[in-house]
């Protein structure tokens, strides 16, 4: 009899942990559980909620003409990363919109609003289109007119009254606030500016004529000069002027430099706004987190600029190169005779503080990091790139692989339909995710659809993160 209480006690026990293990299987990591998120494990078609899906007739694609941004030397995917400010514009605007271009040189923005598309089109080819980063009330647009000819719109949305529309450069992009839009010309007196006009190649306009002049073509380094201004989003714009370069304790502007609005070509005087011209090379670059701050890293050399009574001046200046930590910090690498010593500053000014020599190596810079507020939690991409962020302290991102798997038998079905599909997706459906507001876009050639994603453990925390 005692044998017989033991064996029925031996089992009561291994059922019940039997009961617990089933119970806490079903559980993220963080409660005790032993997966990851049940919802990740098997996602198909079915798991996807489709929000909006838009028919593309032949000829349409969610694709920019000359895209480039001045310091954006290599074509962006047009996956993304989070859909924020500081990155190079996407043809998938967060959750609202996207932007397409068409046959004989006709554009649009598809906007779904109100459980409906609304449009806005254009007669001319799109070069870049972003939404404003707050509200999302205004809508930016940059159009290819011809060969080196582009014009900048800010128009209302959804209403679609355009605010103001100036000639430009072939970007534009809001600063992180929302509050300012920053666009520029390239100086027609240099030969070329890189990335000013490209082809859908990659390839430079006119490089065959370029190479027939006498010296043969420009070199890649070449020194540019590039022109910006930063107009308001509400309100009047500002009256026209030009930086002086002028400010006590630092050096001047490079010999023969234009510094009064005289000086300037035919278009950069037209240009409205505070006006600020900068050299400009290959390892140059630029961002704005306020309205009335710039920040830029050329040739060793970090400046920070801050419009004041209508005047762009230098707020600060050293030697180092400059890295965004968007959206709070910048980061700086200058030399010392010990090394290069690493600091950060908030991105409003310019008060550095060197970093512990056990935070790890900043990741190289690329527009689609995303930094925590506090450094020591670290930064991601929507790639799952990761710095300084523990193993287990945020799931691996699994949906973008199930959007493509589930998608991909209605790109297969697209291709056979349209011979154009497998020169735009030569291996399946594009995928975007926009993981901050839970959706993604997915291009399978004849449509778009904005689907909403499954709200697994990784979307909970990033939403709950602080950024």
């Known amino acids: 009899m005692p044998q017989k209480r033991y064996l029925i006690a031996t089992l009561f026990i291994a059922g019940m942990l039997l009961l617990v293990a089933v119970v806490q299987a079903f559980k993220p990591p963080r409660e005790g559980g032993v997966v990851v998120d049940p919802a990740v494990i098997s996602l198909n078609l079915e798991s996807f909620e489709a929000i909006a899906d838009l028919r593309l007739e032949d000829g349409w694609t969610p694709r920019f003409i000359a895209n480039q941004d001045p310091d954006q030397w290599e074509s962006w995917p047009s996956e993304g990363g989070f859909g924020t400010p500081w990155e190079p514009a996407s043809p998938f605007l967060a959750d609202q919109a996207l932007a397409l271009n068409g046959p004989e040189g006709h554009s649009e923005v598809a906007l779904w609003r109100g459980l409906e598309w609304r449009h806005y089109r254009f007669d001319a080819p799109m070069a870049s289109a972003r939404l404003d980063p707050i509200k999302q009330n205004r809508l930016l647009v940059t159009l290819a007119l011809g060969r080196g000819r582009f014009q900048t719109k800010l128009l209302e949305v959804p209403e679609g009254r355009v605010l103001w529309a100036v000639d430009s450069g072939p970007w534009s992009r809001f600063s992180w606030d929302g509050k300012a839009v920053l666009v520029g010309l390239a100086d027609p007196a240099q030969t070329r500016w890189p990335g000013f006009a490209r082809t859908p190649r990659g390839e430079h306009e006119g490089d065959a004529e370029e190479a027939k002049r006498p010296g043969g073509p420009p070199r890649s380094d070449q020194v540019d000069r590039l022109l910006l201004t930063a107009l308001p989003v509400e309100g009047d714009w500002p009256d026209s002027t030009l930086a002086p370069w002028n400010e006590s304790g630092l050096p001047g502007p490079p010999r023969g430099y234009p510094v009064r609005l005289e000086q300037l070509w035919d278009d950069g005087r037209d240009l409205p706004g505070p006006k600020l011209l900068l050299p400009w090379s290959m390892d140059s670059r630029l961002w704005m987190p ?100 523990a193993e287990s302290a945020l799931p691996k991102e699994r949906q973008r692989t199930s959007l493509w798997n589930a ?56 939403k709950g993160a602080a950024y």
């Open 290 to 389: 306020r309205r009335d701050r710039l920040w830029v890293s050329t040739g060793g050399v970090w400046t920070l600029w801050r419009l004041r009574s209508g005047l762009w001046r230098r707020e600060a200046s050293g030697p180092g190169v400059l890295w965004a930590q968007p959206p709070r910090w910048m980061a700086l690498v200058a030399p010392s005779p010990e090394g290069a010593i690493r600091s950060r500053s908030a991105a409003d000014a310019a008060e550095w503080k060197a970093m512990e020599a056990d935070v790890p190596p900043w990741p190289a810079y690329d527009a689609a990091w995303l930094w925590r507020k506090d450094a020591s939690q670290g930064a991601l991409t929507a790639w799952d790139l990761r710095w300084n962020e």
């Open 407 to 462: 998608y991909r038998p209605e790109w297969r079905s697209a291709s056979n339909l349209r011979a154009s599909v497998r020169g735009w997706l030569p291996s399946g459906p594009q995928v975007a995710l926009r993981e901050l507001e839970g959706v993604a876009w997915v291009w399978v050639g004849d449509r778009v659809l904005l689907v909403r994603l499954v709200n697994t453990e990784r979307l909970r925390q990033l």
